[in-house]
């Protein structure tokens, strides 16, 4: 079962994504937690995306691809995955439709989380994520330890003001034409999440969309 979580930033994708994870025992892939890891070790990925990721703006869609098409081959992902924000635009749709054609696999769902801006913007300005296992958390103030991993809790540079405007603008001009990519050729496959919730109410939302 190959799912799709999409959404602007700061709707709970990365939490859903890991809580689902631990659920049903499919891989959560996020190519931001990718790109953060080569970033934190300094290999060339990471060289390659860091202005881009601390301005806010999107990462080049072949980059993407390219994680994308190694998490998908990969021997953990044999019984399908959740990808966590990887289809944001409309050529990164395209180029999972053309990976899923070659592997032989569907698309089962594509879940869309939706919140409104004002509470994104408190959302993710009260931020901070595992340097280690990269869990979001609220209300956890930087330095303290993870609850899950013992790691120490950090801000994200890309969770200032203006780097979260910019996201947000990012959206608007690149991510949300992909919904309409989608609704036009695989319009069933959309569902949307009211992700104003506490995480479990939210969690339970994705189980029944998903039938997991
Ligand atoms: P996230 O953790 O999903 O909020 O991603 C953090 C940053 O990584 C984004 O603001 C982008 O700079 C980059 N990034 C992650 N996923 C993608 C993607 N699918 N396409 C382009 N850039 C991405």
Same mark, same amino acid.
């Given at each position: 079962m190959i799912t799709v979580f999409f959404g602007?930033?700061? $709707?709970g994708k990365g939490t859903q994504a890991k809580m689902l994870e631990q659920a049903s025992g499919l891989p959560a892939i996020a190519t931001g937690d990718v790109l953060r890891k080569a970033l934190r070790e300094g290999t060339p990925l990471g060289l390659q995306a860091k202005s881009a990721m601390e301005r806010g703006d999107l990462v080049p869609d072949d980059v993407i691809l390219g994680i994308m098409k190694e998490a998908l081959t990969s021997p953990e992902a044999i019984r399908g995955a959740i990808l966590d924000?990887?289809?944001? $635009?409309v050529p990164q749709a395209e180029g999972l439709e053309r990976t899923l054609n070659e592997l032989g696999r569907p698309l089962s769902r594509v879940l869309v989380f939706d919140l409104p801006n004002e509470e994104i913007v408190r959302r993710l300005s009260g931020r901070t994520v595992c340097e280690q296992c990269q869990t979001p958390y609220t209300g956890r103030e930087p330095g303290s330890v993870c609850p899950n991993c013992g790691g120490k809790l950090v801000r994200r540079k890309d969770d200032d003001p203006d780097a979260i405007r910019n996201r947000l603008a990012v959206y608007e001009r690149d991510t949300a034409p992909v919904l309409d990519w989608y609704r036009r050729?695989?319009?069933?496959k959309l569902v949307t999440i009211?992700?104003?919730?506490t995480p479990d109410a939210v969690l339970a939302q994705v189980r029944r969309a998903l039938a997991l």
């Open positions: 602007k930033p700061g $709707t924000g990887v289809v944001r $635009t050729r695989d319009g069933g009211d992700a104003s919730g």
